[in-house]
């Protein structure tokens, strides 16, 4: 079975700062990994993924995140936010030879003038 | 492109009653699935499908159930809606390459309140 935790249920944010969202997941066998972000009213968006390769990770609108194996863990930053970063995000992983998705609880990001 | 399709996106059922709720997909994919949604727990798996003909339980199933007649379509149904069943409720596909998956594509959502 796998499990994700989000360690932040919400974060404040001022413009122009760089936040980082954490995510860490537990799975007896490899995964894949996802942010996903959901802003009000809105299904969800894929930000970025990590399948293999390079453990840096580049999304969309400027968000990365690094895998680390060995801490289980999948953080997301950005260097500079906006006001339209005001959303949830979500840390998901799946099995590679599937496509069940676990997310974690979520983290609200609030951008604040 | 229309992608994933839920209809409708807010509905108020009172407990007892029963519903459908519609997931279209045109993006030819193989899987589909219904999560739900509530506070602080992220996306719970429901019920999840393989393709036409195939469907399986996910994490919280029971009060659902899910056929797959079609690629295209895959309709949640409530069989007695129970106000624990207020929630938001997406619809997702996605397809494999070989052996890897691609990303899921959600809906916009389906706002279930019963009261």
């Known amino acids: 079975a796998q499990s994700v935790t989000q360690l932040d249920s919400q974060v404040p944010v001022f413009e122009e700062a760089p936040v980082e969202l954490r995510c860490n997941y537990s799975?007896?066998?490899?995964?894949?990994l996802f942010w996903y972000v959901q802003y009000p009213n809105q299904g969800l968006q894929l930000l970025l993924k990590?399948?293999?390769?390079?453990?840096l990770v580049k999304g969309i609108n400027g968000f990365e995140a690094e895998f680390n194996k060995s801490q289980t863990s999948f953080h997301l930053r950005k260097p500079s936010v906006h006001i339209s970063d005001t959303a949830e995000y979500f840390c998901a992983v799946s099995e590679p030879a599937g496509n069940k998705l676990t997310f974690g609880g979520g983290t609200r990001v609030l951008v604040k003038p | 492109n229309a992608g994933v399709t839920q209809t409708p996106k807010f509905q108020v059922l009172k407990t007892g009653q029963s519903m459908t709720l519609q997931c279209a997909q045109d993006m030819n994919h193989e899987y589909m699935s219904w999560y739900r949604q509530d506070p602080g727990m992220g996306l719970r798996l429901i019920h999840y499908s393989v393709g036409a003909g195939i469907t399986d339980q996910g994490e919280v199933p029971n009060g659902y159930n899910v056929s797959r007649s079609t690629t295209e379509d895959f309709p949640l149904r409530l069989l007695s809606a129970a106000p624990s069943q207020t929630s938001v409720y997406f619809c997702?596909?996605?397809?494999?390459?070989?052996?890897?998956?691609?990303?899921?594509?959600f809906g916009q959502g389906t706002r279930l309140t019963v009261v």
């Open positions: 799975s007896s066998v490899s995964v894949y």
């Open positions: 990590y399948l293999s390769g390079s453990t």
């Open positions: 997702a596909s996605s397809s494999r390459t070989g052996s890897m998956n691609t990303e899921a594509f």
